[in-house]
């Protein structure tokens, strides 16, 4: 089963505006990461949190982790045209370094 | 660096055929997964090595599916025999076993298609 639950599973916005998506986890984590998926390739790593943080900055990008509410978001401000992917989060837990990766949000950016 | 390798990129086959896959890691990465993805299931974790040593494979579906790697600079997946609901883009990820270095750095992926 899915360790991560993205919402919304879908965002269509326009160029310039900020989207936001949401994770959920279920156990508790070593560290999050956010990964970005173009259409037809392979998957982009992003940013990473660890379960110490709470939030973390690149670029555009901000994320969030609140490990209370088992939680993240990705924020990604003046979004581009550019931007239309799928993104995903991820977790590591316990020991080793297996990802478990959530359902994704398919963020649509029209001009 | 010339990023995860893999091929071939798209596959056709026919039911009952014998499908391999295959994953050259980045240089210097220890650890090796492999990863289906689906519209259905999403992205599921198959398999992954450490140091070429299977570390966990409860993700692998059935026993028609098989992984190896046989050094530190290629893996393979095989499907033996194919079926059409093996049908799915497979992905190959590696990534380093340094301190703080979490990330996995994703292959382009080869589409599997079984007729």
């Known amino acids: 089963s899915q360790q991560g639950e993205e919402d919304p599973q879908a965002l269509s916005i326009q160029e310039g505006e900020n989207a936001t998506m949401n994770c959920s986890y279920k156990t508790s984590i070593n560290n999050l990461q956010w990964y970005r998926q173009n259409s037809g390739r392979g998957l982009v790593h992003l940013i990473l949190?660890?379960?110490?943080?709470r939030e973390k900055h690149s670029g555009r990008l901000r994320v969030t982790l609140d490990t209370s509410k088992k939680s993240s978001s990705l924020l990604i401000t003046a979004s581009r045209a550019a931007d239309t992917a799928s993104y995903f989060c991820?977790?590591?837990?316990?020991?080793?370094?297996?990802?478990?990766f959530g359902t994704g949000t398919q963020l649509k950016v029209e001009l | 660096d010339a990023g995860v390798i893999q091929s071939p990129r798209h596959e056709v086959t026919e039911m009952g055929q014998e499908v391999t896959l295959r994953c050259k890691p980045i240089?210097?990465?220890?650890?090796l997964f492999w990863y289906r993805q689906t519209m259905m299931r999403g992205l599921e974790l198959l398999i992954y090595f450490n140091n070429n040593v299977p570390i966990d494979d409860s993700g692998m579906p059935e026993d028609r599916f098989s992984a190896k790697m046989p050094n530190a600079s290629f893996s393979t997946l095989k499907i033996q025999p194919s079926e059409p609901r093996d049908s799915a883009v497979y992905f190959c990820?590696?990534?380093?076993?340094?301190?703080?270095?979490?990330?996995?750095?994703f292959g382009p992926g080869t589409r599997l298609t079984v007729l």
């Open positions: 240089s210097g990465h220890n650890s």
């Open positions: 949190i660890r379960s110490n943080e």
């Open positions: 991820a977790t590591i837990t316990g020991g080793g370094n297996k990802l478990t």
């Open positions: 990820a590696s990534s380093s076993d340094r301190p703080d270095t979490d990330t996995q750095y």
